[in-house]
């Protein structure tokens, strides 16, 4: 039997959201007049979550919080005005300023990423579950750009209670022929859909999601960090800074090798 079409609602009415706000109960209230239901995955955006946590810094305080919030320096470059860092942050996501972010909030202020964007979309998930008697997903979405390609497109950088990842290796695609490296980001493709309907202007912090059932899952499921590539990266840094360790382990070798036919 296949599932319903793909239908996706933009959640108005949240209003502005404050630091100590209860944000699980404000979704709640919000998605309540669509009649939640089970196989629905509920998409909220990470500024929301981030200004419930008071992740809220003084716009003077942005270059200091991109380092603070980072644990490695993939790739950098100058443009008038100031640089551009595209950096590590500590969860694991490559991104660029560390999602530092003044988009969205009061003037003067930006914004953080969510501490733990997973346990974020747990709590949420936990209490649209536990109020509407239903197994709900839930997917905390943020705007990344991406190497290789122009502009941005969001993505889930937290997640509970969905399948986040498909590995299809073993299947067999539409001719018969076995796939050995397919997985779809399920929750990264959610994350993009759900933006086409709030648009990044638009105020609209929350996406309901129908159609996907087969994805949600039980709470234990891993969530967003799993998407997050840990081995194996062939782009570990910029061309820039590869090319300056490079030419410093030259260096170094070089050096090695005078001082061992010195010796000799």
Same mark, same amino acid.
């Given at each position: 039997?296949?599932?319903?079409?793909? %239908?996706?609602?933009?959640?108005?009415?949240?209003?502005?959201? !404050?630091?100590?706000?209860?944000?699980?109960?404000?979704?709640?209230?919000?998605?309540?007049?669509?009649?939640?239901?089970?196989? =629905?995955? +509920?998409?909220?955006?990470? #500024?929301?979550?981030? #200004?419930? /946590? *008071? !992740?809220?810094?003084?716009?003077?305080?942005?270059?200091?919080?991109?380092?603070?919030?980072?644990?490695?320096?993939?790739?950098?470059?100058?443009?008038?005005?100031?640089?551009?860092?595209?950096? %590590?942050?500590? $969860?694991?996501?490559?991104?660029?300023?560390?999602?530092?972010?003044?988009?969205?909030?009061?003037?003067?202020?930006?914004?953080?990423?969510?501490?733990?964007?997973?346990? $974020?979309?747990?709590?949420?998930?936990?209490?649209?579950? $536990? !109020?509407?008697?239903? /197994?709900?997903?839930?997917?905390?979405? =943020?705007?990344?750009?991406?190497?290789?390609?122009?502009?941005?497109?969001?993505?889930?950088?937290?997640?509970?209670?969905?399948?986040?990842?498909?590995?299809?290796?073993?299947?067999?695609?539409?001719?018969?022929?076995?796939?050995?490296?397919?997985?779809?980001?399920?929750? =990264? %493709?959610?994350?993009?859909?759900?933006?086409? +309907?709030?648009? #990044?202007?638009?105020?609209?912090? +929350?996406?309901?999601?129908?159609?996907?059932?087969?994805? +949600?899952?039980?709470?234990?499921?891993?969530?967003?960090?799993?998407?997050?590539?840990?081995? *194996?990266?062939?782009?570990?840094?910029?061309?820039? %800074?590869?090319?300056?360790? *490079?030419?410093?382990?030259?260096?170094?070798?070089?050096?090695? /090798?005078?001082?061992?036919?010195?010796?000799?």
């Amino acid at each position: 039997m296949s599932e319903p079409d793909l %239908e996706l609602r933009a959640v108005r009415g949240m209003g502005e959201i !404050r630091p100590g706000d209860d944000l699980p109960a404000l979704v709640a209230d919000a998605i309540a007049p669509l009649e939640p239901q089970g196989g =629905d995955i +509920v998409v909220v955006t990470s #500024k929301v979550v981030s #200004k419930a /946590e *008071g !992740r809220i810094r003084p716009a003077s305080e942005r270059e200091q919080a991109i380092t603070e919030e980072s644990v490695r320096l993939v790739a950098s470059r100058a443009f008038p005005g100031g640089i551009t860092r595209i950096v %590590e942050h500590r $969860s694991g996501l490559v991104l660029a300023a560390a999602g530092v972010d003044a988009s969205n909030t009061d003037d003067g202020t930006i914004l953080l990423l969510p501490e733990d964007s997973d346990a $974020s979309a747990r709590a949420i998930a936990e209490r649209l579950r $536990s !109020r509407f008697g239903a /197994e709900i997903g839930v997917v905390v979405s =943020d705007t990344l750009g991406r190497a290789w390609r122009v502009g941005q497109t969001d993505v889930a950088i937290g997640a509970a209670g969905i399948r986040v990842l498909e590995p299809l290796t073993g299947t067999l695609d539409a001719s018969g022929r076995p796939l050995t490296v397919t997985a779809p980001a399920i929750a =990264d %493709e959610i994350a993009g859909a759900a933006d086409l +309907v709030a648009g #990044k202007a638009d105020g609209v912090p +929350v996406v309901l999601v129908r159609g996907l059932g087969r994805h +949600v899952t039980a709470l234990e499921e891993p969530g967003a960090t799993r998407l997050v590539r840990r081995e *194996g990266d062939m782009f570990h840094l910029g061309s820039d %800074e590869a090319y300056r360790l *490079g030419r410093e382990a030259g260096r170094i070798d070089a050096l090695a /090798e005078a001082g061992a036919a010195h010796d000799g």
